[in-house]
């Protein structure tokens, strides 16, 4: 039986973290707790008319509203919680009942996006707020408590806690957002549509699987060209136009470090469909800001025959396009 899209996306979480060096402070038992709540979650979430509380864990995913808190039995010295919505969904975090020492070391920061190091979600290339405001951290706040807001469908808070029983309750709400940007989904397959309403931005939509990618619509300020081509061939056209999609595939979070597959810089009726065999596949829409520009698209699971060949001592060995 396979897994639940989210606990698909933690085990990801959870395999990247420890290539970063994150998970080398955690331990086993905290992540597979937090795999079994995964995947229970979707009951959890069946109930609507009462508060959700639950303890958080060391390393954590949340998906949805509620009160999360945490009470540390150990030192715990490198802690994360990576909290998603929904696509047109922004989170709201609220703390409470807060018992740290920060002039011990202590300190717990709230993140707009996902963290790990070296990858960052958004990149710094598509988040409209410089980085260093992308953090609430709750040592340096005046206020008795702290509140962060995303500006996407994903957040993050880290923490660390050395003194036994020392902790504090995070308070979770997802609100509406009517125009969805930098999107990471919980499933590998569905539907959507970006639209930039004359705002010099980027936007991201992020898959963390291997899919095939059908894009249905494309509305562009301006026509360009009119095929669809790899990257090697047709890239340096569309940089220039200020306008256009562009396929990314990787294994890391962060799309300014991703492997460029495709690109279109020009207004499209018909269906164009690319296959892209990574950990991560991302449409990503670039605005200049001058238009309304809108993508349409669709996305599948790649079956496994479809899956391509690994090929040693390349990127391709763990990421390869057709």
Same mark, same amino acid.
């Given at each position: 039986?396979?897994?639940?899209?989210?606990?698909?996306?933690?085990?990801?979480?959870?395999?990247?973290?420890?290539?970063?060096?994150?998970?080398?402070?955690?331990?086993?038992?905290?992540?597979?707790?937090?795999?079994?709540?995964?995947?229970?979650?979707?009951?959890?979430?069946?109930?609507?008319?009462?508060?959700?509380?639950?303890?958080?864990?060391?390393?954590?995913?949340?998906?949805?509203?509620?009160?999360?808190?945490?009470?540390? *039995?150990?030192?715990?010295? $490198?802690?994360?919680? !990576?909290? %998603?919505?929904? #696509?047109?969904?922004?989170?709201? =975090?609220?703390?409470?009942?807060?018992?740290?020492?920060?002039?011990?070391?202590?300190?717990?920061?709230?993140?707009?996006?996902?963290?790990?190091?070296?990858?960052?979600?958004?990149?710094?290339?598509?988040?409209?707020?410089?980085?260093?405001?992308?953090?609430?951290?709750?040592?340096?706040?005046?206020?008795?408590?702290?509140?962060?807001? *995303?500006?996407?469908?994903? $957040?993050?808070?880290? !923490?660390? %806690?050395?003194? #036994?029983?020392?902790?504090?309750? =995070?308070?979770?709400?997802?609100?509406?957002?009517?125009?969805?940007?930098?999107?990471?989904?919980?499933?590998?397959?569905?539907?959507?549509?970006?639209?930039?309403?004359?705002?010099?931005?980027?936007?991201?939509?992020?898959?963390?699987?291997?899919?095939?990618?059908?894009?249905?619509?494309?509305?562009?300020?301006?026509?360009?060209?009119?095929?669809?081509?790899?990257?090697?061939?047709?890239?340096?056209?569309?940089?220039?136009?200020?306008?256009?999609?562009? =396929?990314?595939?990787?294994?890391?979070?962060?799309?300014?470090?991703?492997?460029?597959?495709?690109?279109?810089?020009?207004?499209?009726?018909?269906?164009?469909?690319?296959?892209?065999?990574?950990?991560?596949?991302?449409?990503?829409?670039?605005?200049?800001?001058?238009?309304?520009?809108?993508?349409?698209?669709?996305?599948?699971?790649?079956?496994?025959?479809?899956?391509?060949?690994?090929?040693?001592?390349?990127?391709?060995?763990?990421?390869?396009?057709?």
């Amino acid at each position: 039986m396979s897994l639940a899209p989210r606990a698909h996306l933690f085990l990801f979480l959870i395999s990247l973290s420890s290539r970063m060096g994150l998970s080398r402070y955690i331990e086993d038992n905290d992540a597979s707790d937090g795999l079994y709540s995964l995947l229970s979650l979707d009951q959890k979430r069946e109930s609507e008319d009462f508060i959700f509380r639950r303890p958080l864990r060391c390393l954590d995913m949340l998906a949805t509203d509620g009160y999360f808190t945490f009470v540390a *039995s150990r030192p715990q010295l $490198a802690c994360a919680a !990576f909290i %998603i919505a929904e #696509p047109s969904e922004v989170i709201s =975090l609220e703390l409470s009942d807060v018992s740290i020492d920060c002039s011990a070391g202590d300190f717990i920061k709230m993140f707009d996006g996902w963290v790990l190091k070296g990858e960052k979600f958004p990149s710094s290339q598509d988040h409209q707020l410089p980085l260093h405001q992308r953090y609430t951290d709750y040592c340096s706040s005046t206020a008795p408590g702290a509140t962060s807001h *995303s500006s996407q469908n994903v $957040a993050m808070i880290f !923490f660390r %806690i050395q003194s #036994p029983d020392s902790g504090f309750t =995070l308070g979770v709400k997802k609100l509406h957002n009517p125009f969805p940007c930098n999107i990471m989904s919980q499933s590998p397959e569905g539907s959507f549509t970006m639209v930039i309403p004359h705002q010099r931005r980027n936007c991201s939509f992020s898959i963390i699987y291997p899919v095939a990618i059908r894009l249905t619509e494309l509305s562009l300020g301006h026509a360009r060209s009119n095929e669809l081509s790899p990257q090697r061939q047709v890239w340096s056209g569309c940089l220039g136009s200020g306008d256009y999609v562009e =396929l990314l595939g990787g294994n890391g979070v962060d799309t300014s470090k991703m492997f460029p597959v495709a690109d279109l810089c020009f207004s499209l009726s018909g269906l164009a469909q690319m296959k892209i065999g990574c950990d991560n596949s991302v449409v990503r829409l670039v605005s200049s800001g001058n238009y309304i520009n809108r993508v349409s698209f669709q996305y599948r699971l790649l079956e496994h025959s479809e899956l391509p060949k690994s090929r040693e001592n390349s990127l391709e060995n763990f990421c390869t396009v057709e």
